[in-house]
T-cell receptor, first 114, second 109 residues
Framework: NAGVTQTPKFQVLKTGQSMTLQCAQDMNHEYMSWYRQDPGMGLRLIHYSVGAGITDQGEVPNGYNVSRSTTEDFPLRLLSAAPSQTSVYFC?????????????FGPGTRLTVL | RKEVEQDPGPFNVPEGATVAFNCTYSNSASQSFFWYRQDCRKEPKLLMSVYSSGNEDGRFTAQLNRASQYISLLIRDSKLSDSATYLCVVGYNFNKFYFGSGTKLNVKP
């Protein structure tokens, strides 16, 4: 299994540009999440999904959209990039069997918005 | 108020030392508790889950105090390879997880 994969690893955008960060998992996990991590801070939940076709907002959803058309994929869209969205983005998946589930993280996407 | 609070450190300790981290959480309805380890510029990886009865994994011991809403991690006989940031994580509703900002540990020769 590849686990959780994310592309791209690095990205530089100009203010106002849009882009999609890709996330895929091959473990047949039900739950997937997107987080951002800023310097000196913990991870903050952006959006999450409990299954194909179902998504919900986390702590910091503004400026981001998600969709979950398949179990495997959970892309994160930046509609109009802003410098405040410069961050490291992590995608994670969880089996969904219960509250003690472990999260499995992708390697992250490092995004800079100029 | 943050959902999960941790002392950011850094904790600078010599090899072989015992070091303890604490973390507090604000929501009494929290259901699951974890410690993750994060190396510089890498993704977090699970160190251990935390249970009310306490649990131990080699040199690592985790404790949960639901009444006081805090979680602890004890590392005995610190190794250089233990140098990392330790993230306290609290889960709700099977899928929503809140992370502390992390405690940085530096183990020195």
């Amino acid at each position: 299994n590849a686990g959780v994969t994310q592309t791209p690893k690095f990205q530089v955008l100009k203010t106002g540009q849009s882009m999609t960060l890709q996330c895929a998992q091959d473990m047949n996990h039900e739950y997937m999440s997107w987080y951002r991590q800023d310097p000196g801070m913990g991870l903050r939940l952006i959006h999450y999904s409990v299954g194909a076709g179902i998504t919900d907002q986390g702590e910091v959803p503004n400026g981001y959209n998600v969709s979950r058309s398949t179990t495997e994929d959970f892309p994160l869209r930046l509609l109009s990039a802003a410098p405040s969205q410069t961050s490291v983005y992590f995608c994670a998946s969880t089996p969904g069997r219960g509250s003690a589930d472990t999260q499995y993280f992708g390697p992250g996407t490092r995004l800079t918005v100029l | 108020r943050k959902e999960v609070e941790q002392d950011p450190g850094p904790f600078n300790v010599p090899e072989g030392a015992t070091v303890a981290f604490n973390c507090t959480y604000s929501n009494s309805a929290s259901q699951s508790f974890f410690w993750y380890r994060q190396d510089c510029r890498k993704e977090p990886k699970l160190l251990m889950s935390v249970y009310s009865s306490g649990n131990e994994d080699g040199r690592f011991t985790a404790q949960l105090n639901r009444a006081s809403q805090y979680i602890s991690l004890l590392i005995r006989d610190s190794k250089l390879s233990d140098s990392a940031t330790y993230l306290c994580v609290v889960g709700y509703n099977f899928n929503k997880f809140y992370f502390g900002s992390g405690t940085k540990l530096n183990v020195k020769p």
